[in-house]
């Protein structure tokens, strides 16, 4: 992942860019998260697309999560439970990847 972060913040200083949003999508997400870690300056923000969550949370958090998806995945996904979307909050205004 590390190799990969620099090979974008060097394609990002080749072309004079400053800050970037950076979109990761599946392995791309881990690669974005390494590249806001290694250059925080340079992220003016990131999008994650089908991104694992393990990452994100703990394992039972994401079991309870993930449990209704795997059972009823359209049932779940209209009536996701408000703690997700708290706990998503949070972790990303912790983490200083959303602006409060």
């Known amino acids: 992942m590390e190799y990969l972060a620099r090979s974008i913040e060097a394609v990002l200083s080749d072309a004079k860019v400053k800050r970037a949003v950076l979109i990761g999508h599946s392995m791309g997400t881990p690669v974005i998260r390494q590249f806001y870690r290694v250059f925080p ?5 990131l999008v994650i697309v089908d991104g694992a969550l393990r990452i994100l949370f703990p394992e039972e958090q994401t079991d309870q999560f993930m449990t209704p998806l ?6 779940a996904a209209t009536e996701r439970p408000k703690e997700f979307d708290q706990a998503v909050q949070e972790y990303l205004t912790n983490n200083k990847l959303l602006k409060k």
């Open 41 to 45: 300056e340079k992220t003016a923000g």
């Open 70 to 75: 795997r059972t009823n995945y359209q049932a």
